[in-house]
């Protein structure tokens, strides 16, 4: 019997758990669910013969050096800034270790040890990153074995609410952590097209938006995301002309955004005096201009251009910002503030369900034709259980955890689904699920 | 015999020196000039009789503390990081001490230990922070003794080149520390008016200047400092409804100086590719839109509407942003490059002189009438060794020096100079340097 370890039990754990339990007798898996919330680890496991739920602190050393010690595989679904630790763990028992989250700086550094000690730790086996890695490199490693060159690489991906439920002014409403909505983008973002590096400051990069029809969902739009130049070397096409990936909303998103951005409203790095007693007005009233008998919308429409356009006042009156209303946050920043006016607005409601879109659009030069293959894929989530988030994020994971497990996939050290080996196996199952990428080709110009 | 040891013998400790060593015979002293190169010490003390110049390396514990150890006050010139650690060395020998430096947060923690060993650290003894300390509090404290209630201050300063050798479309040079003029603003920048909170986000800050005649000087513009809001502790003024602190610049500056920063150009948290090998047009085309077929020029027009203002553009053109020149800096970041660029253009010439200008404001509520006094200072250099920089640095520092050796003053802890038993000698004293402060006085309204 083999035996499974998962570290966290949080939304996104749901379709992960579910599919390591349901495959856990045909292939004599035991799965233990740990979580710092007892309760909440035991109705995932719900009684399962297979499953055991657990009390976990991460704090407590001793308790896991016992249980990484005691299983046969460790899937973390912790907050990223644990992974080191646990990693560390895993190494020192020489156990593998999967996880769905970006392999930062930290734990590439254990590449080395990793290897040393003979395990693996896969990374970025969810979906962003992840299933854009495998279906990405599917076609990138076609095109390369028929000998073609490729020139221009763009990928998109969104977490948005499902057409059926997509009901207020903004499109959008939150199926992820909302603090990373909020703090989307802030950094400089980088992408290169046709040789020329291109660099976007965080207060410009809601002005340069992509549109696109994607499927049969209608229209979109796209803002870049943060660092596209790393993915020349993680795809090994470093010599592709242009690389850009970025992030999916709703056309007339990024317009309304770019307002609070402009603001200075997104900054985290300082405390806004007595923010517990202002109100939402008198938060936007501090960043205008002093004019007290001008009234704050007339004095937005100057400030912030962008707010003369209806649509987008209509989008920033409905979320509330020029409301008389307490916002009652101790010591919060600018950005704490926002979150937790949109977070009153942009909930997801109980029946609400969730939608994960993904394009990507790929040139290359064929006999001399510029031909190109757009590949897009798109999940709608079943519930709020088992939401388009959970299923794409978890599948991948449990599916990689198998594959481990039966000895289809054999690596050391840190490894992310670029290979065929992985990348195959992975998103063929991932069809049976109804993932499936639709492709066309076009001839370019 | 008094000994006092002056650590690093930058541009800016001239006068310092200078003030010291001509009053060295009549109070006793003796002076030691201490400098990472000592030829540079050598050259200042001038073979003067009260003097001695010596190789100072601050990574050199044992030596750091046998000077320490041996003189009796100790002014450290060093870059304001190092302070930390000398103030725990005069701590340990029981030195008073005094710098030029903003009292830092890593400063103020070892204000109880300065305290039980019965020593001053005096920070911020220069111009700004500095004189404008002793001038505002001079004038704070004579409303407050009145029994009258200020209800605004407003105080601005800057470093400019002067009238007489101003002659470039920026109408400003470098007559400091380049990089901090680069970075200025970098934060939120934060004040308050009329009991309403303000916060300027950086890539806003120069859309929202000042505009201010001052003395026979002509006009100036003024951008807000980062924290304005500590003043009010500073000055105990807790309860004024508002308070304001600024940069001077000469108008048109910052209509200007906003274009590079809302290209990103002044950005210093990455680094481009291939920087090296690029020219200054590619690297302002690296923020600009994928337009190849576009010149720069127009292009940079549609993205930064203040560039189509021709006073902008001239000065853009001017510093050669558009040029074909390699840039010829490896792994710069975008502040770097601009950096470089702009130390070829803004430097000042052998015969140069520059300027000082500081300005407050005070309004005030007295028998029921507003009244507003303004406050005003100027200085130029004599050259290139005697700049007004180095004279409004230098000499507050060295009589602060002086009266700390004759005992007019006595304190432990950090201390700033905002009781008037410092200002008060201090201002008289500058005033025999020539300089002074005007006052004009107007009723509001």
Request: some cysteine.
């Given at each position: ?91 020192e028992y020489k156990k593998p270790m999967l ?79 909302p603090r990373n909505v909020v703090m989307a983008g802030n950094g400089v973002s ?256």
């Amino acid at each position: 019997m083999k035996k499974i370890l998962i570290l966290g039990a949080g939304l996104s754990t749901n379709i992960l758990i579910d599919y390591l339990l349901k495959n856990a007798v045909e292939y004599d898996w035991h799965i233990t669910l740990a979580d710092i919330n007892e309760e909440v680890a035991k109705q995932k496991v719900n009684g399962h013969e297979r499953g055991t739920a657990i009390a976990f602190d991460s704090e407590d050393e001793l308790k896991l050096t016992s249980n990484v010690s005691e299983n046969d595989v460790v899937i973390s679904m912790l907050p990223a800034f644990m992974h080191r630790k646990i990693a560390e763990k895993c190494i020192e028992y020489k156990k593998p270790m999967l996880t769905a989250s970006y392999a930062s700086d930290e734990i590439k550094e254990l590449n080395e040890k990793a290897k040393q000690a003979g395990i693996p730790i896969y990374m970025e086996l969810g979906l962003d990153p992840g299933i854009d890695h495998m279906s990405a490199m599917k076609v990138i490693n076609r095109v390369k074995e028929a000998g073609d060159e490729l020139t221009s690489f763009y990928s998109f991906t969104g977490g948005l609410v499902a057409p059926e439920y997509d009901n207020n002014p903004w499109n959008y409403k939150f199926t992820w952590n909302p603090r990373n909505v909020v703090m989307a983008g802030n950094g400089v973002s980088q992408f290169i097209r046709n040789g020329r590096y291109k660099y976007i400051p965080y207060h410009r990069l809601f002005d340069r938006v992509l549109t696109r029809k994607i499927l049969q969902y209608g229209d979109f739009e796209v803002y870049a995301n943060r660092d596209s130049l790393k993915y020349r070397g993680i795809y090994d096409l470093k010599d592709i002309p242009s690389m850009y990936r970025g992030t999916i909303r709703r056309p007339g998103f990024a317009k309304a955004w770019n307002v609070f951005v402009r603001l200075g409203m997104t900054e985290d790095n300082y405390t806004l005096e007595n923010s517990e007693n202002m109100t939402y007005r008198q938060f936007l009233n501090a960043f205008l201009r002093y004019e007290p008998e001008v009234p704050a919308e007339i004095k937005l429409r100057d400030y912030c251009p962008n707010a003369s356009d209806p649509v987008v006042m209509e989008k920033l009156k409905w979320l509330g910002i020029f409301d008389e209303r307490k916002i009652g946050l101790k010591n919060a920043t600018p950005a704490q503030i926002l979150q937790k006016l949109l977070e009153e607005k942009w909930s997801m409601d109980p029946d609400d369900k969730d939608m994960i879109v993904m394009q990507h659009e790929f040139k290359y030069k064929t006999n001399g034709i510029e031909k190109m293959i757009v590949s897009a894929m798109a999940v709608i989530g079943k519930d709020q259980t088992e939401t388009a988030m959970a299923i794409t994020v978890g599948l991948p994971l449990a599916i990689a955890t198998k594959l481990l497990l039966i000895g289809e996939i054999d690596h050391n050290g840190i490894v992310l689904p670029t290979e065929k080996e992985m990348y195959e196996p992975i998103l063929d199952e991932l069809e049976s699920f109804g993932i499936t990428f639709e492709e066309s080709e076009y001839l370019v110009g």
